[in-house]
Nanobody, 122 residues
Framework: VQLQASGGGLVRPGSSLRLSCVVS????????IGWFRQAPGEDREGVAC????????FYANSVKGRFTISRDNAKNTAYLQMNDLRPEDTHIYYC????????????????WGQGTQVTVSS
């Protein structure tokens, strides 16, 4: 199983980015998806997640209304659309999947991507 995250970069405040997570080795439609982020010295925090059964979504308060999680099961790919980016969104972003359960903390996820750096700076 491999998860390949991409789409990060250096952008100015107010800009948008779309992160992608291409999954191989499993059928993404059977898994719940999570996006997490982490800065040096900080714990990994959940940003958004999408359930496998009915695509129910959950967002951290800090990104609600600005970020949107989605999936394309035909492409076995998950996305995180990030709008109105702020300097505090600067983190390494990770995608992850879990087969059982819905959302939850990072300890609940079985497979992880390698992370993609997002830097928001003027």
């Amino acid at each position: 199983v491999q998860l390949q995250a991409s789409g990060g970069g250096l952008v100015r405040p107010g800009s948008s980015l779309r992160l992608s997570c291409v999954v191989s080795g499993l059928q993404l439609e059977a898994y719940s998806i999570g996006w997490f982020r982490q800065a040096p010295g900080e714990d990994r925090e959940g940003v958004a997640c999408m359930g496998r059964v009915d695509d129910t979504t959950f967002y951290a308060n800090s990104v609600k209304g600005r970020f949107t999680i989605s999936r394309d099961n035909a492409k076995n790919t998950a996305y995180l659309q990030m709008n109105d980016l702020r300097p505090e969104d600067t983190h390494i972003y990770y995608c992850a999947v879990r087969y059982t359960g819905y959302c939850g903390g990072p300890e609940n996820y079985e497979y992880w991507g390698q992370g993609t750096q997002v830097t928001v700076s003027s």
